[in-house]
């Protein structure tokens, strides 16, 4: 079973960086896609950003491309979500998740962590 372990969330201006970690045990990590996906409060789950297993493939959801980078170390077991440029509306709690395949859809992750909360002052 694999658990995952989100951490370097936290509060910060606008235009500030924050980085975000997924450790993950209990499994084969270099065998999983890794996703982050994030919720604002009152809305749906949202998908963030994915990375294959090899770490040369990855994706974006349009409003994060060029600001946000996703990178994996499979010797260390994580999965790191770089956050520059942060927006207020970039304010959520971000999950980490780790699934067979890299998607969009979070139905294809099967793993989920805790989250970490993201509040981006304006």
């Known amino acids: 079973q694999v658990q995952l372990v989100e951490s370097g969330g936290g509060l910060v201006q606008a235009g500030g960086s924050l980085r975000l970690s997924c450790a993950s045990s209990?499994?084969?990590?270099?065998?999983?896609?890794m996703g982050w996906f994030r919720q604002a409060p009152g809305k749906e789950r949202e998908f963030v950003a994915a990375?294959?297993?090899?770490?040369?493939?990855?994706s974006y959801k349009d409003s994060v491309k060029g600001r946000f980078t996703i990178s994996r170390d499979n010797t260390k077991n994580t999965v790191t979500l770089q956050m520059n440029s942060l927006k207020p509306e970039d304010t959520a709690v971000y999950y980490c998740a780790a699934g067979a395949n890299p998607s969009v859809d979070e139905k294809a992750f099967n793993f989920w962590g805790q989250g970490t909360q993201v509040t981006v002052s304006s």
């Open positions: 990375i294959n297993w090899t770490g040369r493939s990855t």
């Open positions: 209990g499994g084969t990590f270099n065998g999983y896609a």
